[in-house]
């Protein structure tokens, strides 16, 4: 968990291990990744203003401890700082006997904190390949293959001609437990668990002190046959794949991101407790509706790397929030 200092303390960031305190009407408790330290300050300082009654206590954790607040009845949100995981769908679940609900407050920049970036593909400067696939990227990095056909071991087999055609792909990415490692397995791989053999995961758990973003960035830099999926490089060693999708090839800049056309776009969800067939506790629904209105998504800084929805998504999200909750007693599936 995160200090913050005096401006924290004002909005109620608290500290020690968590308790749960007597139902309040005037107290919002909220457990959230500690990236998003900085803009859950300014939504709230916005949203006291106008309701001086509400106080906010607020845990900062890493994203692995976020859900537990609310599955452990501590907190009223979790704000992730990622895509829910299957084991935390499941201890909610156990808890609750329904799946989490939660709705989309902004979009993952390409230079977003630790591992919540909205990851690029890329390969040398001196690699031919033009464009990728997501089905040719599970056929590299897979081996079930879920949403390819087959392997895709060498150059050749993307298509690419010439003293390249026979070169082995050298693949690059993040490990089984790390937040891009289950992104990617989940939205790329479709939840394939047997990758290619010969890959090379990095992780932010290994010894080494260079975050794997880095590590990823460097090794295809100085290897003419590697790719890797990692944060947006600085480097002219190394190129940006646009991705090949039905409608064309997509490049991943803040246009293709905000909108959610790039593929492998990502999204900060807020989650809080909703019984079936009941209204939602009126202080959370208030901050919900604050959440996505044009006031609060005009505080979302890119600079931060984080975007803010677009009309069209924040409507998508009142109109989850407005749809009813029916009850769900059904063993939840993995969706990662």
Known sequence: MLLLGASAVACGFAEGPATAPPADPGLIRIWGYRGLSAQLLRWETAYQKAHPEIRFENQ???P???MAGLYDGVADFALMGREIWPVETMAYH???QQQPFGVMVSTSGLNA???SFTPVVIVNAKCPLTSISLSQLDGIYGSAHLAAPANLRTWGDLGVTGEWAAQPIHAYGFGPEDSLGVFFR???MHSDFKPNPTSHLLSDHDADPVAAADRIRKAVAT????IGYTSRPTSAAVKVLPLATASGTVAPEESTLSSHDYP??????LYFRRVPNQPIDPKVEAFVHFVLSAEAQA???PSEGFLPLTPSLVQKQIKRIEAPMPANTAAPESDQ
Request: glycine share 0%; charged share 20%; net charge negative.
């Open 223 to 226: 290897d003419p046959y590697a």
């Open 299 to 301: 505080m979302v800084h």
């Open 113 to 115: 904190p630790d591992q």
């Open 64 to 66: 692995a401890a976020v």
């Open 264 to 269: 492998l776009t990502r999204s900060i969800y």
């Open 60 to 62: 900062l954790h890493e």
């Open 94 to 96: 156990w808890v609750y």
């Open 186 to 188: 989940h939205d790329v």
